[in-house]
T-cell receptor, first 112, second 117 residues
Framework: GQNIDQPTEMTATEGAIVQINCTYQ??????LFWYQQHAGEAPTFLSY????GLEEKGRFSSFLSRSKGYSYLLLKELQMKDSASYLC?????????????FGRGTSLIVHP | DSGVTQTPKHLITATGQRVTLRCSPR?????VYWYQQSLDQGLQFLIQ???????AKGNILERFSAQQFPDLHSELNLSSLELGDSALYFC????????????????FGPGTRLTVL
């Protein structure tokens, strides 16, 4: 099975930087995704890491350490619209397919 | 707009009933995934279809079934509904080329909110 842990809730100030951590235990690891989900809406893709290191995409960056089973999502220059749930999802090979297992999500509240 | 469509948006029904949720993937995507999201469980993978065939199964109850048709749209059937089945049901699609090219990002539809009374 897979076990994914991320904090339940975080708060931050507009304009600041926030780091959302995700730790996981899995077999057949094949990549880690971060998704953003606003309340009542569909998750939307933010980033994908399969190799160790940092992937940067505008204000969002994601880091992976496979040996430590650890990833983080870094959000810079926070905006009010970044208030959402951030889902860490670990992809593992399963019978010829790749099935993501999602964490419970981290609810980020950005305040002025 | 992800390009994935789901109908209906909302569904209210009674315990014991049966419902069908429909999903059309993005143009060109061969894989369809179904997820259930409830407040206490997070996003739970139910089942995946690839080009009409079942590819992987997650925590899907025996009362639930799905299929993918030749035009690649998919339906999720939920029967003998219970109060605990009330949730958001998402469909997602991805390219998912066969042969081990690695996972692909998934594009989620807007979801169907099911309320069982």
């Amino acid at each position: 099975g897979q076990n994914i842990d991320q904090p339940t809730e975080m708060t931050a100030t507009e304009g600041a930087i926030v780091q959302i951590n995700c730790t996981y235990q899995t077999s057949g690891f094949n990549g880690l995704f971060w998704y953003q989900q606003h309340a009542g809406e569909a998750p939307t893709f933010l980033s994908y890491n399969v190799l160790d290191g940092l992937e940067e995409k505008g204000r969002f960056s994601s880091f992976l350490s496979r040996s430590k089973g650890y990833s983080y999502l870094l959000l810079k220059e926070l905006q009010m619209k970044d208030s959402a749930s951030y889902l860490c999802a670990v992809s593992a090979a399963s019978g010829g397919s790749y099935i993501p297992t999602f964490g419970r999500g981290t609810s980020l509240i950005v305040h002025p | 707009d992800s390009g994935v469509t789901q109908t209906p948006k909302h569904l209210i029904t009674a315990t014991g009933q049966r419902v069908t949720l429909r999903c059309s993937p993005r143009s060109g995507d061969l894989s369809v995934y179904w997820y259930q999201q409830s407040l206490d469980q997070g996003l739970q993978f139910l089942i995946q279809y690839y080009n009409g065939e079942e590819r992987a199964k997650g925590n899907i109850l025996e009362r639930f079934s799905a299929q993918q048709f030749p035009d690649l749209h998919s339906e999720l059937n939920l029967s003998s509904l219970e109060l605990g089945d009330s949730a958001l049901y998402f469909c997602a699609s991805s390219v998912d080329a066969r042969g081990g090219e690695g996972p692909n990002e998934q594009f989620f539809g807007p979801g169907t909110r099911l309320t069982v009374l």
